[in-house]
């Protein structure tokens, strides 16, 4: 079984400056993939940044990108520059190599103060 | 190209009714997946296709949810008896091929039992 921790309800930033969210995971898989997903107030689910486990490079995505350390399973989301846009709760998830069900975490909501 | 599409968009209904929830996956993904999710909480997985057999229907929580995707494109989930616990947001997602893809989602359904 899978499981995934957002240890931060909420989190704060001033518009132009760097967030990081918090995630932690649990898998028994030797290979998986690990996604970040946003939800806006429209309540849409729109895919932020993905990483592959296998690789040691980790992701980037324009202003997005992510600090993975597979030894210390953590997967965390750094965005840089933040706008207005980027305020949503953000989800992480794990998918496994050979699995189809995404599980996710509980969430964190992201506030942009201008 | 188009992304997933569902419907209805809202659905109020009292309780012990049944209801159809629709879901029009991306052109040409092979695999659909339907999650629910409750609010300020990340989706969880009730079951998923590929192309139009059922292959895991292990997170439908009781006899009263099926689902079904008989031409391996547009999918059906229907819960029938609806009790006021079944109100939730209801995605659907899909992905080109099983497994290792990423998952696209849907609007969502929000599904209010009176």
């Known amino acids: 079984a899978q499981t995934v921790t957002q240890s931060q309800p909420e989190m704060s930033v001033q518009e132009a400056e760097t967030v990081t969210l918090s995630c932690t995971y649990d898998?028994?898989?030797?290979?998986?993939?690990l996604f970040w997903y946003k939800q806006p107030p429209s309540r849409q689910m729109i895919l932020v940044i993905r990483q592959e486990a296998y690789k040691q490079q980790n992701a980037t995505e324009n202003r997005f990108s992510v600090n993975f350390q597979k030894a210390a399973k953590s997967f965390s989301l750094k965005i840089s520059d933040s706008q207005l846009g980027d305020a949503a709760m953000y989800f992480c998830?794990?998918?496994?190599?050979?699995?189809?069900?995404?599980?996710f975490g509980a969430g964190t909501i992201l506030r942009v103060k201008s | 190209g188009a992304g997933v599409s569902q419907s209805p968009r809202y659905k109020v209904t009292k309780r012990g009714q049944d209801v159809a929830l629709r879901c029009d996956p991306i052109s040409g993904h092979v695999s659909l997946y339907w999650y629910r999710q409750a609010l300020g909480q990340g989706p969880e997985f009730l079951t998923y296709?590929?192309?139009?057999?059922?292959?895991?229907k292990s997170g439908l929580p009781n006899d009263r949810f099926s689902a079904e995707r008989p031409e391996g494109s547009i999918s059906t989930l229907t819960i029938q008896r609806t009790e006021q616990r079944d109100s939730a947001m209801y995605r659907c997602?899909?992905?080109?091929?099983?497994?290792?893809?990423?998952?696209?989602f849907g609007p969502g359904t929000r599904l209010t039992v009176l």
């Open positions: 296709f590929n192309y139009e057999a059922q292959q895991d």
């Open positions: 997602a899909s992905s080109l091929a099983l497994g290792t893809d990423t998952q696209y």
């Open positions: 898998t028994s898989e030797s290979d998986y993939y």
């Open positions: 998830a794990c998918l496994p190599e050979y699995g189809n069900k995404l599980v």
